[in-house]
């Protein structure tokens, strides 16, 4: 059982950063496979980047490559994700999630558990 705290969410112009974190309990943390996925109003839940639980392998959207960047520590049962320059269409609730599958990890339908999300708004 995993159970998964996002952070870090908040309102930032275009052009700017801010760096998420989702806190996991648990003492087989670094045995899952981590992601992020992100909801707008309207849409649905898309993938946006993903660590293997070995963390040799990491997987990004292609909107977000070279802009966002994924890391985990696993001292500290925690999963980051570094957004920099940020587009009004990043906009979103950030969802952090937990898999215990290897490969397809940009599919949603492959993670076990999920957070509760944190809200993302990039201004323009």
């Known amino acids: 059982q995993v159970q998964l705290v996002e952070s870090g969410g908040g309102l930032v112009q275009a052009g700017g950063s801010l760096r998420l974190s989702c806190a996991a309990s648990?003492?087989?943390?670094?045995?899952?496979?981590m992601g992020w996925f992100r909801q707008a109003p309207g849409k649905e839940r898309e993938f946006v980047a993903a660590f293997s639980w070995s963390g040799s392998r990491t997987y990004y959207a292609d909107s977000v490559k070279g802009r966002f960047t994924i890391s985990r520590d696993n001292a500290k049962n925690a999963v980051y994700l570094q957004m920099n320059s940020l587009k009004p269409e990043d906009t979103a609730v950030y969802y952090c999630a937990a898999s215990n599958a290897i490969g397809m990890l940009t599919n949603s339908r492959r993670y076990d558990y999920w957070g509760q999300g944190t809200q993302v708004t990039v201004s323009s």
């Open positions: 648990g003492r087989t943390f670094s045995r899952y496979a």
